[in-house]
């Protein structure tokens, strides 16, 4: 099955950082572009970067901007976000989503989701 696979997260004290990995996994697609959202309890799930795969254009959240680096690896079909300088307001649960090519800017394909959490 057609699948996104997460790993990475952790618990990471503030100013650490962790390196978030989102690989295809099953059966194939092409990827348009990844999103990388986080959803912390009660608070909607949001979108806080994401990269293209053609040319590898970036977009940042405010709240991350500087600390948070999208990037991609085309061949194998895997994103990863590396986040530096953690806070404990970034404890969230992340999901990777990709856009498919083909299927318009929606995104509709969704990892499992890995748990961050930044706490001394």
């Known amino acids: 099955q057609a699948q996104l696979v997460e790993s990475g997260g952790g618990l990471v004290q503030p100013g650490g950082s962790l390196r978030l990995s989102c690989a295809a996994s099953g059966r194939s697609f092409s990827v348009y572009a990844m999103g990388w959202f986080r959803q912390a309890p009660g608070e909607e799930r949001k979108l806080v970067a994401s990269v293209r795969w053609p040319g590898g254009s970036t977009y940042y959240e405010d709240s991350v901007q500087g600390r948070f680096t999208a990037s991609r690896d085309q061949r194998k079909n895997t994103g990863y976000l590396q986040m530096n300088n953690l806070k404990p307001e970034d404890t969230a649960v992340y999901y990777c989503?990709?856009?498919?090519?083909?299927?318009?800017?929606?995104?509709?394909?969704w990892g499992q989701g890995t748990q961050v959490t930044v706490s001394s």
């Open positions: 989503a990709v856009q498919r090519a083909g299927w318009g800017q929606t995104y509709d394909i």
